[in-house]
């Protein structure tokens, strides 16, 4: 399968800086999400980009399948956008996604 | 958008019971749900894969004689920890999706289980 690696693993930000989060693939994707854990172990989606450039408020993802990346901005963060992101993609023919390790980001006020 | 309900969101229960935890698709039809396991600070690990009306699929190392897998309906499945050991505690999450990861996953919200 493939191999999905995330980065920066760890993240510590002071409210309102921006951040840039990536996810590199081994292999080409033909499916891609984003998602947010928060602190109390619920995964939300933020994402289902397998190509281009979404935006939802102060969050945006760009992926570039064709060199296997995707990448989560997060704009004028907030305390509540403290939690781990995770991106996950299915390759070939195989629909069971594979989750990266994720990147734990905490906003301090 | 779709919604999926996980029961219950904690449970403790002691050494040598068995729990259960239900998975709901409440406004999709769930042609495929998968259950994960997460440890603490690390990703979520891949159990089963499950299809309406069929045996569930198990990734490798995991025990199914121990983690039963239903899959009744296209909007039920449930996960069933037998002969709980305290080694079982951990955190477990259903996703589900409507067909083949063409339209995302949508996960639930956990379930904390602690065996003492």
């Known amino acids: 399968g493939i191999q999905v690696e995330q980065s920066p693993p760890d993240l510590i930000l002071q409210e309102g800086a921006n951040s840039t989060l990536r996810c590199n693939f081994s292999d080409s994707v033909n499916n891609l999400q984003w998602f947010h854990q928060n602190p109390w172990g619920q995964l939300i989606n933020l994402f289902y980009i397998p190509s281009g450039t979404k935006q939802n408020g102060r969050l945006s993802a760009t992926t570039v399948a064709t060199e296997r990346y995707s990448l989560l901005y997060i704009s004028s963060s907030q305390t509540t956008d403290s939690g781990v992101y995770f991106c996950?993609?299915?390759?070939?023919?195989?629909?069971?996604?594979?989750f990266g390790r994720g990147t734990s980001l905490i906003v301090h006020p | 958008g779709a919604v999926v309900s996980q029961h219950p969101s904690w449970v403790i229960c002691k050494s040598g019971t068995s729990v259960k935890i239900e998975c709901r698709s409440l406004d999709f039809q769930a042609t495929t749900m998968f259950w994960y396991r997460q440890f603490p600070k690390q990703s979520l690990m891949l159990m089963a894969t499950?299809?309406?009306?069929?045996?569930?699929?198990?990734e490798q190392g995991v025990e199914k004689d121990k983690f039963l897998i239903n899959h009744a309906s296209l909007t039920l499945s449930t996960l069933t920890v037998t002969s709980a050991h305290p080694e079982d505690s951990s955190f477990y999450i259903c996703?589900?999706?409507?067909?083949?990861?063409?339209?995302?996953?949508?996960f639930g919200s956990g379930t904390r289980l602690t065996v003492v």
């Open positions: 499950s299809n309406e009306g069929s045996k569930a699929t198990y």
């Open positions: 996950a993609g299915t390759s070939g023919g195989s629909y069971i996604p594979t």
């Open positions: 996703s589900a999706t409507q067909g083949q990861f063409n339209y995302g996953y949508t």
